[in-house]
Nanobody, 115 residues
Framework: QVQLVESGGGLVQAGGSLRLSCAASENIFNFNTMGWYRQPPGKQRELVASINVGGRANYADSAQGRYTISRDGGTNTVDLQMNGLKSGDTGVYYC?????????WGQGTQVTVSS
């Protein structure tokens, strides 16, 4: 079974930056897509950024231009760089690994943006 461990969350002022990291216990290229999801307080989990095996990245409209997803096959990590943070970015961020046969989630890391 694959373990996904997120880190890098915390409290940050609006306009600031954070870099989240997801460490996988298995080769990340075994999965079709690696992604980051956000669950705001009282709302459903939503996809904010993903990257596929070919390196193509996709972003939610709210993240476009401010978030960057990247990967490192040598360390089996997937990072999410978040710049220009807003209050709407607040939530629990989850790492996801997905393929045709398997789907895994991390435990999540809290991101809180204050004014």
């Amino acid at each position: 079974q694959v373990q996904l461990v997120e880190s890098g969350g915390g409290l940050v002022q609006a306009g600031g930056s954070l870099r989240l990291s997801c460490a996988a216990s298995e080769n990340i290229f075994n999965f079709n897509t690696m992604g980051w999801y956000r669950q705001p307080p009282g709302k459903q989990r939503e996809l904010v950024a993903s990257i596929n095996v070919g390196g193509r990245a996709n972003y939610a409209d709210s993240a476009q231009g401010r978030y960057t997803i990247s990967r490192d096959g040598g360390t089996n990590t997937v990072d999410l760089q978040m710049n220009g943070l807003k209050s709407g970015d607040t939530g629990v961020y989850y790492c996801n690994a997905n393929s045709r046969s398997r789907n895994y989630w991390g435990q999540g890391t809290q991101v809180t943006v204050s004014s």
